[in-house]
């Protein structure tokens, strides 16, 4: 049987300085996992500094480290679409800043809670939702936020009046100011914002883009 911990007493990783400053995921997925230097490059001049690479894309494990070394402390590299303890542990000892899920697995939440690293399960009904945020995570992935829209994340604030949010699936750029303002963590964004920069698109234009995304969550509300 599932046991769920205390909310009040369960080890819960803090978000990132970064990620509360700049309130964006950017989720990467391309051909190869070599394709990821120019478009975090790109990325990082707009201001967009928390960086998810998804394992569904092939070089993940090899190319981690190298961004790593790359980038260093100018963004925050974490990985997504985990989905098994195993996948977790490795890019744990790999340097993973964070780890996103598409569903809520406890075996994943657990062993980030107990290394201090920031954890994002995915769910998107109240049950799964509420189970991951009694697990340890960091903030629970709204997934696919698309179908719900920010008016989800205050129905959720009335039962769980603490539980954090962040929305992801869907979620383009023009939504942004409402998921703020609605009280998310952050949003995540995916194609919207990368466009056809993995596909020889004007990475000038994905720092444009960025920029905006940026200025969007200021206006809308800031640092968390």
Not at 122 to 148: I, Q, Y
Not at 166 to 184: K, L, N, Q, T
Request: aromatic share 4%; with cysteine.
């Amino acid at each position: 049987m599932l046991r769920l911990e205390n909310p009040d007493t369960v080890s819960r990783p803090a978000p990132s300085a970064i990620l509360c400053n700049s309130r964006v995921v950017a989720v990467l997925r391309a051909g190869h996992a070599k394709d990821y230097g120019p478009v975090i490059e790109a990325l990082r001049d707009g201001g967009v500094l928390s960086i998810e690479l998804t394992l569904s894309t092939p070089g993940v494990f090899e190319e981690l480290p190298l961004l790593l070394e790359r980038f260093g402390g100018s963004v925050e590299i974490g990985v997504g679409t985990v989905t098994t303890l195993g996948e977790a542990e490795t890019v744990l000892e790999l340097g993973a800043a964070y780890i996103v899920t598409p569903v809520t697995e406890p075996d994943v939440i657990t062993a980030c809670a107990q290394r201090g690293v920031p954890v994002f399960p995915g769910g998107l009904t109240p049950t799964e939702l509420n189970t991951g945020w009694k697990l340890g995570a960091t903030a629970v992935k709204v997934f696919p936020a698309s179908t719900v829209g920010p008016g989800y994340v205050s129905q959720l604030r009335g039962p769980f009046p603490d539980i954090q949010v962040v929305p992801s699936g869907g979620v383009e750029i023009g939504d942004v100011p409402a998921w703020i303002r609605a009280g998310a963590l952050a949003v995540s964004l995916g194609g919207p914002l990368l466009g056809d920069a993995f596909k020889g698109g004007s990475l000038t234009e994905l720092t444009t883009r960025a920029r905006r995304v940026r200025a969007l969550v200021d206006e809308a509300g800031g640092k968390k």
